[in-house]
């Protein structure tokens, strides 16, 4: 069990704050193995499935997607095997102290593990040996007033409605804003809850996906200020969450020697490391569960607006030049409706624009001057026994450019020096582009 806790360690976030997440957290956090250490449970799933995309060309990818979720044509997967060992806090108000460590190994941890977003290698660079640590910190309660919980360590982020566990959310594929928000902090948060309606959090950390505090630009002592309100309607069946993030420098890319390992997307993750900057986001979601629905219905929404900007340029193309700016938004909406104990129904829509292509896309030559990207997705779920969780799902996505060919690489285009380039793509449509998949889940 020590070898299992050293090499393997760690599930689903805690984090998981969608109720789109509440049946499959219970699934998964009902089941699990206690250790000797009494009150260390380990748990996990495995996610396994098969997608098809019907791309007019093997190399086109769809810019909007996961990376091996715009795989071409035909790709069966093992998404992850997901493991967590945890020794949670009791509810009482009392000194205590816990832990959590996450562990996922599979495609998803390939490219999660640097916010990968695509290259021109897309189908053959995809590896189910991979492993990303999601998460390990140590948890601390002070019983000061309610109780005043920490997070030391690394912790997933509070930002957006989806989450890294593709079991949990309501479809099989990530969402496009999902893609536009980070995905872990390195650094300490604090929670305090004032009563059954409303609860906060406050953090610093080093900044958006980054396990050091050099921010981007490698200055040394970067940070991020995270803030997150959140409201419980009485009779807990509708929550609004608004969340905050105000980074020292554009946002963090850990693949420095590879930018195009990312999927923030082009010159918003600050090549040039003379830069200097900021990135601002605002998140807003809530859900709602309509009491008549006898909990069988679910509404849900998602929004972001962001704005950064850098001094002098940082577009490995425009040299020692000015400034640049750019600011991104989006909104999506969600419905499930859970017609029997095995049979349920979700579907998305979403829009993503920005006030230019340099966060929300990559083409060469600026090309998508004010991208947007549109997509729906439509999810059937099947609860077929215990434990084992199948589903299928439909996905268009259309836009503004929204199909792309690679045609460049940071090897071919990257200066010396250590930095590089960005992947562009030529722009080959604006779809619409089809996406048929189905899902496999076992938990533990």
Same mark, same amino acid.
């Given at each position: 069990m020590?070898l299992?806790?050293?090499?393997?360690?760690?599930?689903?976030?805690?984090?998981?704050t969608?109720?789109?997440?509440?049946?499959t957290?219970?699934i998964?956090?009902?089941?699990?193995?206690?250790t =000797?250490n009494k009150g260390?449970?380990?748990?996990?799933?495995?996610d396994?499935?098969?997608?098809?995309?019907? $791309?007019?060309?093997?190399q086109?990818?769809v810019?909007?997607?996961?990376s #091996?979720?715009?795989a071409s044509r035909?790709?069966f997967?093992?998404y992850?095997?997901?493991i967590a060992?945890?020794?949670?806090?009791t509810?009482?108000?009392?000194?205590q102290?816990g832990?959590?460590a996450?562990?996922?190994?599979?495609e998803?941890?390939?490219?999660l593990?640097?916010?990968?977003?695509?290259? =021109? @290698?897309n $189908?053959?660079?995809?590896n189910?040996n991979s492993?990303?640590l @999601?998460?390990?910190?140590?948890?601390i309660r002070?019983?000061?007033g309610n109780g005043l919980?920490?997070?030391v360590?690394k912790f997933?982020?509070?930002l957006?409605? %989806?989450?890294?566990?593709?079991?949990?959310?309501m479809?099989?594929?990530?969402?496009l804003?999902?893609?536009?928000?980070?995905?872990y902090?390195t650094?300490?948060?604090?929670?305090?809850?004032? #009563?059954d309606?409303? #609860?906060?959090?406050?953090?610093?950390?080093?900044g958006? &996906?980054?396990?050091?505090?050099?921010?981007?630009?490698?200055k040394? #002592?970067?940070?991020?200020?995270?803030?997150?309100?959140d409201v419980? =309607?009485?009779?807990? &069946?509708?929550?609004?969450s608004?969340?905050?993030?105000w980074?020292t420098?554009? %946002?963090n890319n850990t693949?420095?020697e590879?930018?195009?390992l990312?999927s923030?997307?082009t010159?918003?993750?600050?090549y040039n490391?003379n830069?200097n900057g900021?990135?601002?986001?605002y998140?807003?979601?809530? &859900?709602?569960?309509?009491k008549?629905?006898?909990?069988?219905?679910?509404f849900?929404?998602n929004?972001?607006?962001?704005? =950064?900007?850098?001094s002098p340029?940082n577009?490995?193309w425009?040299?020692?030049?000015?400034?640049?700016?750019?600011?991104?938004?989006?909104?999506?909406?969600y419905?499930?409706?859970?017609?029997?104990?095995w049979?349920?129904l979700?579907?998305?829509? %979403?829009?993503?624009?920005?006030?230019?292509?340099?966060k929300v896309?990559? !083409?060469?030559? $600026?090309e998508?001057?004010?991208p947007?990207?549109w @997509?729906y997705?439509?999810t059937?779920?099947?609860?077929?026994?215990?434990?084992l969780?199948?589903?299928?799902?439909?996905?268009?996505?259309?836009?503004?450019?929204?199909n792309?060919i690679p045609?460049s690489s940071?090897e071919a285009?990257?200066?010396s020096?250590?930095?590089g380039?960005?992947?562009?793509?030529e722009?080959?449509?604006s779809?619409p582009s089809?996406?048929?998949?189905? %899902?496999?889940? !076992?938990s533990?």
């Amino acid at each position: 069990m020590l070898l299992l806790v050293l090499v393997c360690a760690p599930l689903l976030a805690d984090e998981i704050t969608g109720a789109s997440a509440t049946d499959t957290k219970k699934i998964i956090q009902s089941n699990f193995v206690e250790t =000797a250490n009494k009150g260390v449970k380990l748990s996990g799933y495995v996610d396994t499935g098969y997608s098809y995309n019907f $791309n007019s060309s093997k190399q086109s990818e769809v810019i909007g997607r996961f990376s #091996d979720d715009t795989a071409s044509r035909g790709d069966f997967n093992l998404y992850a095997v997901k493991i967590a060992l945890e020794k949670a806090m009791t509810s009482e108000n009392k000194a205590q102290a816990g832990f959590r460590a996450d562990v996922m190994i599979g495609e998803d941890a390939y490219y999660l593990q640097n916010r990968n977003s695509g290259t =021109a @290698e897309n $189908n053959t660079s995809q590896n189910s040996n991979s492993l990303f640590l @999601e998460q390990a910190y140590a948890s601390i309660r002070a019983p000061v007033g309610n109780g005043l919980d920490f997070k030391v360590g690394k912790f997933v982020s509070i930002l957006g409605y %989806e989450v890294i566990e593709r079991p949990a959310n309501m479809n099989i594929t990530y969402g496009l804003l999902w893609q536009q928000f980070p995905l872990y902090y390195t650094g300490l948060l604090a929670s305090y809850r004032f #009563d059954d309606y409303l #609860d906060m959090k406050l953090g610093i950390v080093n900044g958006s &996906n980054t396990d050091n505090n050099t921010t981007t630009g490698l200055k040394g #002592d970067g940070c991020a200020l995270i803030a997150a309100l959140d409201v419980t =309607a009485p009779g807990s &069946n509708a929550n609004w969450s608004n969340n905050f993030q105000w980074s020292t420098n554009p %946002e963090n890319n850990t693949s420095w020697e590879d930018p195009s390992l990312s999927s923030i997307p082009t010159d918003v993750q600050n090549y040039n490391p003379n830069s200097n900057g900021y990135a601002l986001i605002y998140n807003s979601w809530g &859900n709602w569960a309509p009491k008549f629905a006898n909990d069988k219905l679910l509404f849900a929404f998602n929004t972001v607006l962001g704005t =950064a900007k850098t001094s002098p340029a940082n577009e490995w193309w425009a040299g020692d030049g000015g400034a640049y700016s750019t600011t991104w938004w989006g909104a999506g909406v969600y419905a499930k409706y859970q017609f029997t104990d095995w049979l349920s129904l979700s579907s998305r829509g %979403e829009f993503l624009g920005g006030s230019n292509d340099l966060k929300v896309a990559s !083409y060469n030559g $600026n090309e998508a001057e004010a991208p947007s990207y549109w @997509e729906y997705t439509l999810t059937a779920g099947f609860n077929v026994i215990d434990n084992l969780l199948i589903r299928a799902e439909y996905r268009l996505d259309f836009g503004n450019q929204s199909n792309g060919i690679p045609i460049s690489s940071p090897e071919a285009f990257g200066p010396s020096g250590g930095l590089g380039a960005p992947v562009l793509y030529e722009p080959t449509g604006s779809g619409p582009s089809h996406y048929a998949g189905v %899902e496999i889940v !076992y938990s533990f």
